[in-house]
């Protein structure tokens, strides 16, 4: 009981400490942006700038791609013979001929 009074203590008092307080004033304050004087002047462009990396392109006559040799996807099995497989395989499982209770 005396744990709960003190806390509610603790919070009324930070509560009316908060509303108390003055920090906010109710004039109107303009906002102050800060200058920056080389972006609103004028000055010369930059030389232009490639931003792709400059590399060769290597080919060569009588290559193959190499789409050709990469290995095909298998094909998809449908979900629905996945699963009278499944059932089938189940059905002709061994089964256990002793069952153990306790």
């Known amino acids: 009981m005396k744990t709960t009074l003190f806390a509610l203590f603790i919070l009324y008092a930070t509560a009316s400490l908060g509303q108390a307080a003055n920090y906010l ?6 906002i102050q942006m800060s200058q920056h004087t080389l972006r609103a002047s004028q000055h010369p462009m930059q030389q232009e700038q490639t931003l792709l990396i400059t590399s060769n392109n290597a080919y060569g006559r009588g290559e193959r791609p190499l789409w050709e040799f990469a290995a095909k996807a298998p094909a998809e099995i449908p979900l629905g013979d996945v699963a009278r497989l499944l059932r ?15």
């Open 25 to 30: 004033s109710n004039e109107p304050q303009p």
């Open 88 to 102: 089938n395989q189940h059905a002709s499982a061994r089964k256990a001929t002793k069952v153990v209770e306790q």
